[in-house]
């Protein structure tokens, strides 16, 4: 079966392999050193804050991304970690930040349509989607230092644009940090997930082997049309384009007032909350400056969730990978080789 480098709807491609002994793939030019801080850095001061001062830097350029300059960018990590925690500052450079997901706009006759990327044959929007990111470790499966990403995607089966993302055999599962900036990034979080070894089903599994965490509340949905009109607004009644956001919290959303939108303006059309339960692991602050994203990410060393790559061993190795998504719902600049992370002692 052949691979591929592009993953499945919504899914990231470049892998990681899990507390591996030394000497794999991942060489000293891919390794990312982790320091221990006297502090923890606070997330919402991004790379400003003094933790990530004598953190090395490791530059990784990732390639053949839609939109991206030349379809490339390369992307900054830095790591820290306490005695309970890991963080991760991550920068790249993106041209234009994208936010318009989707969203409703109101047309000159009064209705509203939500925008869509009118080449998009199923899951493969790259006109008016988010900027993400994403990181994937290995957790269990066994190709991962040999073959990375390509161990998890196949590219001739039926299902999505780009074949399906999953592992081989039952019991491999990989971790998967992915920032979706608009669904979860604005109000603080990555949305943890996990790759395991389901096959696709149009009805049954649509995702095929991507799954997010178990949660026990919050997370994102579609605001539907009712009677034509969006279900919800904010309750500041302010237009995406003119000030609102393309996002609408849940502890925000009032009944929609058509009145007070004209023509031209959008309206979010998905709606918001913190996952609560596994899924809400991995905390983050980011932002869009001058042609740059900046996020600062934190998790826990240990979870205890079987979904989560463990950070227990201070003297393993991690492998993973980084992937940029700039307006594209899969079709993302990746990096082949497996980046190492170290805690330095």
């Known amino acids: 079966m052949s691979r591929m480098s592009f993953g499945t709807a919504g899914t990231v491609t470049l892998v990681v392999a899990g507390a591996l002994a030394f000497g794999t793939s991942a060489n000293a030019q891919n390794q990312l050193s982790a320091i221990k801080a006297a502090q923890a850095p606070k997330l919402e001061s991004l790379d400003a804050d003094p933790a990530w001062a ?3 830097e490791l530059k990784i350029k990732v ?3 839609a939109h991206l300059d030349k379809g490339s960018t390369t992307v900054a990590l830095k790591a820290v970690y306490t005695p309970e925690k890991i963080y991760v500052l991550v920068r790249y450079a993106d041209p234009t930040q994208s936010l318009r997901r989707e969203p409703y706009v109101k047309q000159a006759d009064g209705s509203w349509k939500k925008l869509t990327d009118p080449d998009d044959k199923g899951g493969d929007n790259t006109k008016y989607y988010e900027d993400k990111f994403a990181l994937i470790w290995n957790i269990s499966v066994k190709g991962f230092p040999r073959e990375g990403c390509f161990a998890m995607c196949h590219e001739d089966e039926a299902g999505k644009p780009f074949g399906n993302k999953y592992t081989e055999t039952e019991g491999e599962l990989a971790d998967l940090w992915h920032m979706k900036s608009v669904r979860t990034g604005f109000i603080g979080q990555v949305d943890d ?3 395991d070894n389901t096959r ?3 009805d049954k ?3 095929a082997g991507r799954h997010g965490d178990p949660k026990t509340g919050g997370g994102y949905s579609d605001v539907k049309l009712v009677n034509g009109k969006p279900e919800f607004m904010s309750k500041s009644a302010k237009a995406a384009n003119k000030g609102g956001t393309y996002w609408l919290r849940d502890d925000d959303k009032v009944a929609f ?3 007070k939108f004209v023509a031209g303006d959008e309206v979010a059309s998905i709606l918001v909350s913190p996952f609560a339960g596994d899924r809400g692991e991995i905390d983050t602050k980011i932002a869009w400056k001058d042609g740059t994203w900046t996020a600062a990410l934190s998790r826990k060393l240990a979870t205890g969730s079987k979904y989560d790559v463990q950070f227990t061993d201070l003297n393993a190795e991690y492998l993973f990978g980084v992937a ?6 899969v079709r993302h600049a990746y990096h082949k080789v497996p980046i190492k992370l170290v805690f330095a002692k």
Not at 324 to 329: M, R, T
């Open 54 to 56: 004598k953190a090395p």
């Open 63 to 65: 390639n053949n991304g």
């Open 193 to 195: 997930q996990y790759v």
């Open 200 to 202: 696709y089903d149009k």
């Open 205 to 207: 599994a649509a995702d």
């Open 257 to 259: 007032d058509d009145s």
């Open 324 to 329: 940029v998504f700039d307006n594209a719902q």
